[in-house]
């Protein structure tokens, strides 16, 4: 593809108005480089890619070259002659776009595709802050009033630095109640927070709701963890009385360091897998949030290594029990983070997911669950 059609491309969808993006993207793309082009959108569960066009199938991430693109975030060619490419933002994965191409590329031309991708990756991020249609499409199944509230409360789902890779889900995805994490990284700091919620449905998800904008609020104030979990405790006392807490866990990263602080503030694990060892990295329990109002939280640290993986779960998943009454923290938790130890924090948190709904065989959870996985980048690998 010539630069001078790419950039008339770009400037294109950038013009698009957002309700319309989605709907003229493939037809602009055709218009510009006379290549058949396919948009898809993950779905929420990440299980199948959406098609934006109605009479197209879906697409399974597993065990299709589509889904591997996805997946493994790579250019991938079909056997009749296709272009795969992954549409991400830092990270963040939102679906694929596919060429329908009958030239052999080069390398030159899979890049200036590859940019092109990552054009529209953008601007469909940004439309989505502004029209429905992406969050409609996404959706295999109506989401709960809680889930609503839930994934609208969340970052994203993945997040990528030079320091760190990130990803998180929730599960179930379309009637998850007050399970929950958050993210911001500045210059020198990421700050993670997983929070475990109590109760069920919309109360469930309100109490999340208030809590995490709590956080927030003191966070984007400034406040460092202490004040934050501080803020949020006094908030949710003051709202409830004591009758409804949260137990989170927040945790501090120093980008250039990788010292964390951390304030274990209630049910969220944290696992580490340090040269294939998984152990469980242990912090003295203080009290939820809104429990008391006036708690006192104090900071524990530790130190993340280059090639650290850690993995976070709510209490939704350490303490699920199969049908057989064990359980899924016993054993069954470690082999997961084993079993996906060789997959990106994207993929892993997905892998996880579906197998910590194997194995329930076939049964509902009896309550929502939260998996965050973290790589870490920063420093210098070691011998």
């Known amino acids: 593809m010539q630069s001078a059609p790419l950039h008339a491309l770009e400037h294109a969808l950038w013009s698009v108005e957002p309700p319309g993006l989605l709907s003229r993207a493939a037809a602009l793309i055709f218009e510009h480089t006379g290549v058949p082009?396919?948009?898809?959108?993950?779905?929420?569960?990440?299980?199948h890619l959406v098609p934006v066009e109605p009479d197209?199938?879906?697409?399974?991430?597993?065990?299709?070259?589509e889904g591997h693109a996805f997946a493994a975030q790579q250019i991938v060619t079909t056997d009749d002659g296709a272009l795969v490419l992954p549409l991400t933002v830092y990270g963040d994965r939102s679906g694929i776009l596919i060429l329908?191409?009958?030239e052999p590329q080069d390398?030159?031309?899979?890049?200036?595709?590859?940019g092109l991708a990552g054009v529209l990756a953008r601007a469909l991020r940004l439309a989505d802050a502004h029209t429905d249609l992406p969050r409609r499409l996404r959706r295999r199944a109506r989401l709960t009033l809680a889930a609503e509230m839930q994934w609208e409360l969340l970052p994203g789902s993945a997040c990528s630095t030079d320091e760190f890779r990130l990803a998180g889900q929730l599960e179930p995805a379309y009637a998850v109640w007050g399970?929950?994490?958050?993210?911001?990284?500045?210059?020198?700091r990421l700050t993670l927070t997983v929070s475990n919620g109590t109760g069920t449905g919309t109360d469930a998800a309100a109490l999340?709701?208030?809590?995490?904008?709590?956080?927030?609020n003191a966070r984007r104030s400034g406040g460092d963890i202490v004040e934050q979990a501080?803020?949020?405790?006094?908030?949710?006392y003051a709202a409830h009385r004591g009758s409804q807490h949260l137990a989170t866990l927040l945790l501090d990263f120093e980008l250039g360091t990788g010292r964390v602080r951390a304030i274990d503030a209630g049910s969220p694990r944290v696992y580490r897998l340090r040269g294939g060892v998984i152990d469980s990295v242990d912090f003295e329990a203080q009290l939820p949030l809104g429990m008391f109002g006036d708690t006192h939280?104090?900071?524990?640290?530790?130190t993340v290594r280059y090639g650290d993986r850690l993995i976070v779960v709510s209490d939704g998943v350490h303490t699920a029990e199969s049908r057989a009454g064990e359980l899924y923290g016993k054993s069954a938790l470690v082999q997961a983070i084993r079993d996906t130890r060789l997959q990106p924090p994207s993929e892993a948190v997905r892998g996880f997911i579906r197998r910590f709904l194997e194995y329930h065989d076939g049964a509902e959870p009896r309550d929502d669950a939260v998996v965050v996985c973290l790589d870490w980048r920063g420093g210098a690998p070691t011998e």
């Open 37 to 47: 082009a396919e948009v898809y959108l993950i779905d929420y569960r990440h299980t």
């Open 56 to 65: 197209l199938p879906l697409i399974p991430v597993d065990n299709t070259p």
């Open 100 to 102: 329908r191409t009958t």
């Open 107 to 114: 390398e030159d031309a899979r890049e200036a595709y590859a």
């Open 179 to 188: 399970d929950n994490f958050d993210w911001s990284i500045t210059s020198k």
């Open 208 to 216: 999340t709701h208030l809590a995490i904008s709590a956080l927030r």
């Open 230 to 236: 501080a803020l949020a405790d006094q908030t949710l």
């Open 297 to 302: 939280y104090s900071v524990q640290e530790f």
